[in-house]
């Protein structure tokens, strides 16, 4: 049994004057991913393909010829065909990889006895790229934020996120075999979908694991779909082209939100990572005196309050204030006292706020 392919430049007009009856499938919606074709012509069983019948084959579609649920033949490119019980198995490709190794292995487990007598069928499986397809994290994701690369000073987080992503079958012998040659008449993509998206959902642990390692922040992740989708399709693409012959083709990300404790988390390990730094330390400390000695003038309880609060917190900052090797000024800083070596908060001051001796 075999098919032979119409010659290039041939039109279905023509091959209905030779074919008894006809099988086809005019279109296939985003929805279907097989269909059981449609027979024309002279009648009779749909489940009966007689020699010199006729199998059209459109864009975006893969006919296979299927007895009592094993195939026999596969045609994956565009064209008309005509199916001769003579003839040995054959197989057009269509440029699909890995689908005449498939083929192969299916007709050393089938063996053919000439003419059928049997049920056959002509099913045809959506080859097109299938789009639209929404998930959503229904529980939190860890996700690891870097705050220092040097020390390697990191916060692990919890986010949620949404969007869409697509899929293509890639070998339809595979997935005839191992998701849907059970159906009779066809098979829609909503019983694949909620397996598909847990699984898919579950790459997303190690996805965002690399992408947090290549320093992406996690409001950025919509604007990184390219490295998200190659870090899912490593976990998953595997596995689902060679068990179902499918492979995901795009993910998209609409949103991504974490709880506000986390992001509160992350402000204050980014600042306390900054203060490591003595230069910009000093800077914050001499900036939050600055920030005092103003809100002093405008005490409610007058300026003579304000300012012994001043000093007293200038006390306390003195032991914070770190060293810096003799470098300039910090930021905000007048200068430094002489005597003290301690920052001058206030320019023009004619004693220093710490040891209190006389500025020159």
């Keep these: 049994m075999g098919l032979i392919k119409a010659l290039t430049g041939s039109i279905i007009g023509t091959a209905l004057d030779t074919w008894k009856d006809y099988f086809v499938c005019d279109s296939m919606d985003n929805d279907t991913l097989m269909i059981k074709g449609t027979k024309r012509g002279n009648g009779g069983s749909s489940d009966v393909i007689t020699n010199g019948s006729g199998i059209v084959v459109n864009e975006g579609q893969c006919a296979l010829v299927v007895e009592e649920g094993n195939i026999l033949e596969v045609a994956a490119e565009p064209g008309n065909y005509t199916f001769d019980s003579s003839l040995s198995p054959s197989v057009f490709d269509g440029g699909f990889e890995g689908i005449k190794n498939a083929f192969k292995e299916a007709l050393e487990r089938f063996t053919y006895g000439g003419v059928a007598n049997k049920s056959q069928r002509v099913y045809y499986v959506n080859t097109k790229e299938i789009m639209g397809n929404m998930y959503g994290t229904a529980t939190p994701i860890p996700f690891k934020v870097v705050i220092d690369k040097t020390t390697g000073t990191d916060v692990d987080i919890a986010v949620r996120c949404n969007g869409e992503y697509s899929f293509k079958i890639v070998n339809p012998v595979i997935f005839y075999q191992n998701v849907a040659g059970n159906k009779k008449d066809r098979y829609d993509k909503e019983e694949l979908l909620q397996l598909m998206k847990s699984e898919m959902i579950d790459a997303l642990n190690p996805a965002f ?152």
């Design 209 to 360: 694991g690399k992408i947090s390692e290549l320093g992406i922040r996690y409001s950025e992740l919509p604007l990184h779909t390219a490295e998200l989708k190659d870090a899912i399709c490593a976990v998953v693409n595997k596995k689902w082209e060679e068990e179902r012959g499918i492979v995901f083709q795009s993910i998209t990300i609409n949103s991504v939100t974490v709880p506000e404790a986390d992001a509160e988390r992350i402000k204050n390990a980014q600042f306390a990572a900054l203060n490591k730094d003595p230069n910009m330390a000093n800077a914050n400390i001499i900036q939050a005196t600055a920030d005092a000695i103003r809100d002093a003038a405008n005490n409610a309880n007058g300026a003579a309050t304000g300012f012994m609060n001043v000093n007293m917190a200038q006390n306390v900052a003195s032991g914070l204030i770190q060293p810096t090797g003799g470098a300039a000024p910090a930021a905000g800083a007048a200068g430094y006292c002489p005597h003290c070596g301690k920052p001058i908060a206030v320019a023009g001051a004619k004693f220093c706020s710490f040891c209190g001796k006389e500025l020159q």
